[in-house]
């Protein structure tokens, strides 16, 4: 069993900038993929950026240039900063990876962390 615990998230102005982790633990032989999707009320979950454990980035278009994905492969802790912080970025955030155990490979949510974006 994998759990990834997330934090980071909280109220910020419109511009600013948050930095959030996400932490796993648990019984595993590897991860894989590390990334953060998020879900804004009345909106399906989308995909906020991916890193794969040699370091290659993915981004939706809509946080290309203000959002910025790193991991540390030692902590199996993923991390995203996010600046230019819009409303539209609130949202709850949330931490996936793939991790292989010993019956296979998986994904793994965590719990979700609140970001809101308001003057």
């Known amino acids: 069993q994998v759990q990834l615990v997330e934090s980071g998230g909280g109220l910020v102005q419109p511009g600013g900038s948050l930095r959030l982790s996400c932490a796993a633990s648990?019984?595993?032989?590897?991860?894989?993929?590390m990334g953060w999707y998020r879900q804004a009320p009345g909106k399906q979950r989308e995909l906020v950026a991916t890193i794969t454990a040699r370091g290659k980035t993915n981004y939706a278009g809509s946080v290309k240039e203000r959002f910025t994905i790193s991991r540390d492969n030692a902590r199996n802790t993923v991390y995203l900063q996010l600046s230019s912080l819009k409303p539209e970025d609130t949202a709850i955030y949330y931490c996936?990876?793939?991790?292989?155990?010993?019956?296979?490979?998986?994904?793994?949510w965590g719990q979700g962390t609140q970001v809101t974006v308001s003057s």
């Open positions: 996936n990876t793939i991790a292989y155990t010993t019956v296979g490979g998986r994904h793994y």
């Open positions: 648990g019984s595993y032989n590897s991860i894989d993929l």
